[in-house]
């Protein structure tokens, strides 16, 4: 294997408490409780190791990184580390005051999550009241500020009909960029596969959707689409490769190569409470678990597109086929690659209302 490179960037998941209920939340089905949680010079320290080890980019994201009373204090303890920071947000707690002091402390990005174009939508996916008028309200007071904005629009079965609309309102909203990201299945979005996978039709019209978009808003709002895994014939690079690119540390301070990285049975993941960051990094069994291609199996190993995709997912791996070293099933090559094909053929055959979402209360 060459030699290891520091990583890019950083996203600190800093609580698991979160006013929604989404669904397709992607958090393991155990959260965290808040007793747990790091404080904030413990955060601070992380950041600047962070900052020595080579990250660039931090992302603050949670559950929903405002339940933290000290997300200002957090914002410029990165900041003062040399970090550039996105805050991940449902917007749901940041008020004008709570806005006026992440900007003073030196908020670079703010990442919108956007549930649905409609109160209706978008707070029946949240499984919040009113969540919808709160996160306009502050959507404007981000636009009006002049802090850079991506709106985060996370499609499935159940608004993928609705992208045009999403990618209006995001333009409506001043975003610099939207992601239209689908949901993919990991932690409890797998729990709502079923509820949530779109068919086949949906995803193909939200592909012609997107670009038709990209002309129309080319030059004022950068449109990137992220289709769900399974509809592709080839897997993605996930992270980069594992322990390629970013890392993850859960609100308890575990270290994780991947947001679903405690799926995989058998792995240890340390504490950067117990171990600095930079150990963690580059020598940790978790982290040198799946680093580059040896252990793949052999589809890949003779595969044009094994230093392009690394295989894909492990942790896909492990929920379809049971083995994080296998080749993503989502790939052609799988001998796995049936269960995505009945995956797809089944959520086709689906009426598209027909099953109910189940919430984490
Ligand atoms: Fe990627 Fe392996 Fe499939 Fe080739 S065979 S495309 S390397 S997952
Ligand atoms: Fe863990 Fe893809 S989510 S490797």
Known sequence: MSAIPPPISMLAELTHR??????????????????????????????????????????LSGGEPAARRDLADLVGAAREAGLYVNLITSGIGLTEARLDA????GLDHVQLSLQGVSDAVADRIGGYAGGFDRKMAVAHSIARRGLPLTVNAV????????????????????????????????????????ALQPSRAQVAAAKVTVEA?????????????VPP????????????????????????????????AQ????????????????????????????????????????????????????????????????ADPVCRHSPHRGLVDRLLAEADDRPLETTDFTYRR
């Open 18 to 59: 979160c006013p929604l209920a989404c669904p397709y939340c992607s958090n393991p089905l155990e959260l965290l409780k808040s007793d747990g949680e790091l404080p904030t010079e413990v955060w601070a320290g992380i950041f600047r190791q962070a900052a020595d080890l080579g990250v660039l980019q931090l992302h």
């Open 155 to 194: 499609m499935h079965r159940h608004n993928l009909d609705q992208l045009p609309q999403a990618i209006a309102l995001a333009a409506e909203l001043g975003a610099r960029r939207i992601e239209v990201a689908c949901v993919q299945f990991y932690g409890w979005a797998l729990k709502n596969r079923t």
């Open 263 to 326: 799926t995989i049975p058998g792995l240890s993941f340390p504490k950067v409470t117990d171990l600095p960051l930079a150990d963690i990094w580059y020598r940790s069994d978790a982290f040198m678990a799946f680093r580059g291609t040896d252990y793949l199996p052999d589809i890949c190993q003779g595969c044009a597109r094994r230093d392009r995709d690394f295989g894909g997912c492990r942790c896909q791996a492990m929920a379809l086929a049971g083995d994080a070293r296998a």
């Open 102 to 105: 992440l900007e003073a402390r």
């Open 229 to 260: 895994d399974y509809y592709a014939d080839y897997p993605k690079a996930c992270m980069g490769g594992w322990g390629s690119t970013g890392l993850n540390i859960a609100p308890d301070g575990t270290v994780l190569p991947c947001h679903a």
């Open 213 to 225: 978009a990209r002309d129309t808003y080319k030059g004022r709002m950068q449109i990137d689409f």
